[in-house]
C-alpha cells in the first residue's frame, strides 16, 4: 500500500458571486469534497479544505447591470448567500474566503510578476471592440447585434439568446456597445499571454502518462484532445475596470483576466487560513508530501488540469494528484438553466425542506444521500422528485433507518435497554457471517473513497444496514424470546443477536459519517457516546458499545417524503418555467431606442417583397426553447416558417392571426428544419415582442409597401 502524504490540501471549484447556486453544483464539487473530507478527517490526517467566492471577470458587473446596481454590492450580496447555503448543507469548509480580499489581489498579482519576470509570458497587440462613449474596451458580452444564424436581435459577442449559437463579436450584425448603445470601433491594445503551447511535453508526460490510469477517463480524454488540437497561447490580462490590477507601470485599466487569477484563489485562501490558524501555509503549496485534489465540474477541467498546472509548475508549487471532475446534473428531463428558471437552488430547498417545522438536519443528509446516490461521476445524471422520494422512503427509512430502529427497540424490550454481552460459546454460523460482513464493510468503503467512487462507497454503506436486517430477521430474536419459558439457555442467542446489531449500528455511524454527518451525530446521542467513536479506526471492530451499558430510547433517523410534497415540488418547477418564458427580458442597460442602421437605396427597399399571411398552425420545435414552427397561409401558398417568438407567444395564441412577412428571403435551415420566411417584429423597451401586423382583416398574399 502507499505511504500516506503527510498533509492533504482539498479544493472545491470557486463559485461565481453572481448569484445562486443550484443543486447541481452541489453535487458535482461541493458534496464529493466534502464526503473525501469528512472521511480524511476520521483517519486524524492533516487536511485542510478550501475554497471561496469567485468575484471577478465579466459575470459580476453583468448581473450588477441587470440588479441595477454595483458590482461591489453584487459581490457582497452572493458571496454571503452562498456561504451561508453551504453552511446549511454541511458542507464543512475549513476556509470560505473570497477573490475580491487584499490578500488575494496581493497573491495574484505576485504570481504573475513572478512569471512576468521569468519571461514566462508573452505580449501580443490584437485589435479589440472599443465604445469611444465610455472610453471602454468591450468584453464579448458587452457587445450586442444581431445574430447571423437566426436573424434575432438579441444576440450578444459570445452567443445568441435565441437560438443558442456560440458567436464572436466579429460575427455579429450591426453590433453595438450595450454600455452607451453605439456602435463598437476596433482599437489596438496590448496584452499578456501564457504560451500554452511551450508546455505541451510537461502535459503529455504529466497526464497521458503518468496519470492516464488513476484519473477518470473522461478528465483523460478531454485533456487529450485539448493537447493534440494544439495548445494556444492564452491571454492573462484583459482590459477591463473591475478585478485584479495588473501590477506593471503600463497596464493602466488592464486585469488579469478571471480564469488566471481565481484558481490562485486556493493558495489566497490557504494563506488565510494560515493566519486565522496560526499556521505555515507555505508546505500546502510547495511540500512534495502533500496531496492536492480539485474537486470540479466537467466544464472546469481545462482550466485545472492544463492551465493551472503549467502556472504552478512555473511558479514552483505542487500539482494536484488528483482532479475528479463530475459530469451535469440535469434536472427532470432537461438540463438546469438559471435563464429558463430550470433549476432547483440550494436556498430553494432549504426554504422548503431544512428550515420546515419537520424539516432539519435530517433533510440536509437525506438530500446529501440522494445527491450522492446519482452523483454524475462518470455519466450526466438526473435529479427527478421522484426519485428523491424512492431513494428517502425505500432506502433511508425503509433499510437504514429501519434497521436501527429495529435494533433499538428490540433492545429495550428484550435486554432492559443495555448492552447484551456476547456469548461466543454459543456463535452460530450466521453470527460468524454477520460479523465478517462488518469487517469487510469497512475495507470496501475506504477502498472506494480513496478511488474517489463515491456512490460505490455509499452503496456498501446502505447495502450493510440491509444485511443487518437480513441478518434479524434470520435470527428472529423477538420469536425467540417467546420460547425463554421452555428454554431458558435461548436468552444467549437473543443476547448475542442483539449485541451483533448494535455493534453493526456502531459501525454504521462511522461507515455513514463522512456521507451523512448529522445522521452519524443522530446516532451517537442514542448511544450515549462521544464523536471519538467516529474515528475510522474504530470501523470494523465489535468491541465499540460495551456490554452493560444503558442506551437511550430510539429516535427515528429520517422521516417519509409524501407524495403530496413531491407534487408541489413538480408543479413550482413548472410554474417556475412558464414565468421565465412569458416574462419579459431583463434589460441589459437603460432602456433607449435602439440606433439607426446605416441608410440604404430605396432600391435595395424594393427588393424586399412584403406579404400579409395568416398563421393556421403553430407549434413548438423539440430541443429549441424558443423556436416555433409556423405554417403561414400567403394565400398563394403555404410556408413553413421558423420564428424565434416561443417566450413571448404561445402556439396556441397565434393561431389565425395576421402577420407581415418578408417573403422572398432565402430559405435557411434551423434546427433541421427548413425555413421560408421571416415574420415582422417589434420589440419594446422591455424586450417584449409584439407582432406588426395590418390594421383590419386583409387578403392574404396582399403585398406591403
Not at 487569477?261 to 486565522?276: E, F, L, N, R, V
Not at 485534489?293 to 512555473?314: A, R, S
Request: proline fraction near 5%; hydrophobic fraction near 40%; include cysteine.
Amino acid at each position: 500500500m502507499p505511504t500516506q502524504p503527510k498533509r492533504y490540501l482539498i479544493t472545491s471549484a470557486l463559485p461565481y458571486a453572481n448569484g445562486l447556486k443550484h443543486v447541481g453544483h452541489l453535487a458535482g464539487a461541493y458534496i464529493p469534497a466534502d464526503i473525501y473530507v469528512r472521511y480524511l478527517r476520521a483517519q486524524e490526517r492533516d487536511v485542510v479544505f478550501v475554497c471561496g467566492s469567485d468575484e471577478h471577470g465579466t459575470a459580476i458587473p453583468i448581473q450588477a447591470m441587470k440588479e441595477h446596481t454595483t458590482p461591489r454590492a453584487i459581490i457582497d450580496k452572493y458571496h454571503a448567500e452562498m456561504k451561508q447555503d453551504f453552511a446549511d448543507l454541511g458542507i464543512s469548509f475549513d476556509i470560505y474566503h473570497r477573490t475580491s480580499e487584499p490578500l488575494h489581489h496581493e497573491t495574484a498579482q505576485e504570481f504573475f510578476t513572478y512569471l512576468h519576470e521569468r519571461g514566462e509570458l508573452e505580449t501580443k497587440e490584437t485589435e479589440q471592440f472599443f465604445d469611444e462613449a465610455t472610453k471602454t474596451f468591450l468584453a464579448d458580452r458587452f457587445i450586442k447585434g444581431t445574430c447571423p444564424n437566426c436573424g434575432s436581435d438579441r444576440a450578444f459577442g459570445d452567443q445568441c439568446e435565441n437560438c443558442g449559437r456560440t458567436l464572436s463579436p466579429d460575427e455579429l450584425i450591426n453590433p453595438v456597445s450595450t454600455l452607451s448603445g453605439e456602435p463598437p470601433v476596433k482599437k489596438k491594445t496590448t496584452h499578456w499571454y501564457l504560451p500554452l503551447g511551450k508546455h505541451e511535453d510537461f502535459l503529455r508526460k504529466w497526464i497521458l502518462e503518468d496519470h492516464k490510469d488513476d484519473w477518470r477517463a473522461t478528465v483523460v480524454g478531454q485533456c487529450k484532445g485539448w493537447i493534440e488540437g494544439g495548445l494556444q497561447s492564452r491571454a492573462v490580462t484583459r482590459d477591463l475596470d473591475w478585478g485584479v490590477q495588473v501590477p506593471l507601470p503600463d497596464a493602466e485599466g488592464k486585469v488579469l483576466y478571471v480564469w488566471f487569477d481565481a484558481p490562485i484563489g486556493y493558495i489566497s485562501a490557504t494563506k488565510q487560513w494560515a493566519i486565522d490558524n496560526n499556521k505555515d501555509w507555505q508546505p500546502y503549496w510547495q511540500d512534495k508530501d502533500t496531496k492536492l485534489v480539485h474537486f470540479i465540474g466537467k466544464d472546469n477541467i481545462v482550466f485545472h488540469c492544463i492551465i493551472f498546472p503549467i502556472m504552478l509548475q512555473l511558479h514552483g508549487n505542487i500539482l494536484p494528484e488528483n482532479v475528479p471532475a463530475n459530469e451535469f446534473l440535469n434536472l427532470e428531463g432537461d438540463k438546469m438553466s438559471t435563464s429558463r428558471n430550470w433549476k432547483l437552488e440550494m436556498r430553494d430547498y432549504i426554504n422548503d425542506f431544512v428550515k420546515q417545522p419537520n424539516g432539519g438536519s435530517q433533510c440536509v443528509d437525506m438530500l446529501r444521500y440522494y445527491l450522492t446516490q446519482i452523483a454524475p461521476e462518470t455519466k450526466d445524471s438526473e435529479f427527478t422528485w421522484k426519485g428523491f422520494q424512492d431513494a428517502v422512503n425505500s432506502e433511508l427509512v425503509n433499510i437504514f433507518g429501519n434497521f436501527v430502529n429495529r435494533t433499538f427497540v428490540l433492545m429495550h424490550k428484550l435486554c432492559g435497554g443495555k448492552v447484551p454481552h456476547l456469548h461466543n460459546e454459543v456463535l452460530d454460523e450466521v453470527d460468524e457471517q454477520m460479523i465478517g460482513e462488518i469487517k469487510l464493510s469497512k475495507r470496501l468503503v475506504e477502498t472506494y473513497i480513496e478511488e474517489y467512487k463515491f456512490r460505490d462507497a455509499l452503496f456498501e454503506v446502505i447495502d450493510l444496514s440491509r444485511k443487518g436486517n437480513q441478518y434479524m430477521q434470520k435470527k428472529e430474536p423477538w420469536i425467540v424470546a417467546k420460547q425463554l419459558a421452555e428454554n431458558p439457555g435461548a436468552q444467549k442467542s437473543i443476547d448475542n443477536c442483539l449485541h451483533i446489531c448494535l455493534q453493526l449500528t456502531a459501525n454504521l455511524s462511522i461507515l455513514i459519517n463522512p456521507f451523512l454527518p448529522n445522521t452519524a451525530q443522530k446516532m451517537l446521542h442514542m448511544m450515549k457516546v462521544v464523536d471519538k467513536m467516529l474515528n475510522w479506526s474504530n470501523a470494523g471492530t465489535l468491541n465499540l458499545l460495551k456490554p452493560g451499558y444503558q442506551l437511550r430510547a430510539p429516535e427515528l433517523l429520517f422521516r417519509k417524503i409524501e407524495e403530496a410534497e413531491i407534487t408541489a415540488q413538480v408543479e413550482k418547477l413548472k410554474a417556475g418555467l412558464v414565468k421565465a418564458t412569458t416574462a419579459p427580458a431583463p434589460a441589459e442597460t437603460a432602456s433607449a431606442p435602439a440606433p439607426v442602421k446605416e441608410t440604404i437605396q430605396y432600391d435595395d427597399f424594393a427588393k424586399l417583397d412584403f406579404r400579409v399571411g395568416t398563421i393556421i398552425s403553430a407549434q413548438k420545435v423539440p430541443k429549441a426553447d424558443k423556436l416555433l414552427q409556423l405554417e403561414v397561409n400567403l394565400g398563394f401558398e403555404v410556408r413553413t416558417i421558423v420564428s424565434g417568438i416561443a417566450l413571448h407567444f404561445t402556439p396556441e395564441e397565434i393561431i389565425n392571426k395576421q402577420v407581415v412577412v418578408v417573403a422572398n428571403l432565402a430559405p435557411r435551415k434551423m434546427r433541421g428544419i427548413e425555413s421560408n420566411g421571416m415574420i415582422l417584429m417589434a420589440e419594446n423597451a422591455d424586450g417584449k415582442l409584439h407582432f406588426v401586423n395590418p390594421d383590419g382583416i386583409v387578403n392574404n398574399g396582399a403585398t406591403v409597401n
